[in-house]
């Protein structure tokens, strides 16, 4: 069982930048895919980035591509999304998410068996 919780969103201007955090519980943290994705009003929850078990390789959307870095530390058992050049269309809650290796597409938001409660960014124009 791993429990995930995010932090760090708010409300910021287009242009700016949020960092947001998210908090595994649990020893296996290394063993785990992690992503993070967004749900923004009346859309479904769309992929933003995942970076694998080590860290050592990436995925992004390409609308995020350029602007947004995940990165993770396993001593801390703790995966970070750095958003820079924010723009009013990344507003949305932003879930991090956790995922057993070998069990699908990383950018799916069905292979992941575990979910943060999510937390809110908001850019203004």
């Known amino acids: 069982q791993v429990q995930l919780v995010e932090s760090g969103g708010g409300l910021v201007q287009a242009g700016g930048s949020l960092r947001l955090s998210c908090a595994a519980s649990g020893r296996t943290f290394s063993s785990y895919f992690m992503g993070w994705f967004r749900q923004a009003p009346g859309k479904e929850r769309e ?3 995942t970076t694998s078990t080590s860290g050592g390789s990436s995925n992004y959307a390409d609308s995020v591509k ?6 993770r530390d396993n ?4 995966v970070y999304l750095q958003m820079n050049s ?3 269309e990344d507003t949305a809650v932003y879930y991090c998410a956790a995922k057993r290796a070998f069990s699908g597409a990383a ?3 069905g292979n992941y068996d ?3 409660q999510g937390t809110q960014v908001t850019v203004s124009s």
């Open 47 to 49: 992929f933003v980035a």
């Open 66 to 71: 350029g602007r947004f870095t995940i990165s």
């Open 75 to 78: 001593a801390k058992n703790t």
């Open 86 to 88: 924010l723009k009013p």
């Open 107 to 109: 950018t799916t938001p």
């Open 114 to 116: 575990y979910w943060g």
